[in-house]
């Protein structure tokens, strides 16, 4: 290896290793039977968090929240991502827009 290549590998290497350890935390919600499981959700407060939205259903179901201010279509056996937060501590309902009288939840932030 070329010894003056090492000093930009190492600061690549801390680079990535930075990354992971200030990722996102990762929270999931599934969709099936036209309902969310869990239904309702935790996340910490303050903090900027990944949601992974699982669709198992063989029909699209669509994300919404109006006060997280999010929406997204998530097709039929697979799934989308949606950052939400930081937030403050509070209830945020979601719901389905295509099954909204099943498809119902919330998030609790504490």
């Not at 239904?39 to 968090?49: G, M, S, Y």
């Not at 509070?90 to 009288?101: C, L, Q, T, V």
Request: charged content about 20%; aromatic content about 10%; glycine content about 6%.
């Amino acid at each position: 290896m070329n010894i003056k290549l090492l000093p930009i590998i190492t600061i690549l290497i801390l680079s990535s290793i930075s990354l992971t350890l200030n990722a996102a935390p990762l929270f999931e919600i599934n969709i099936q039977n036209h309902l969310f499981y869990p239904d309702e959700l935790v996340i910490p407060a303050d903090t900027k968090v990944k949601l992974v939205i699982n669709n198992k259903d063989d029909s699209a179901e669509e994300f919404e929240s109006y006060e997280l201010n999010r929406e997204k279509v998530i097709p039929g056996h697979s799934s989308g991502v949606i950052f939400i937060g930081p937030l403050p501590a509070g209830s945020y309902p979601f719901f389905g827009e295509f099954f909204p009288k099943t498809a119902q939840g919330k998030i609790i932030v504490k």
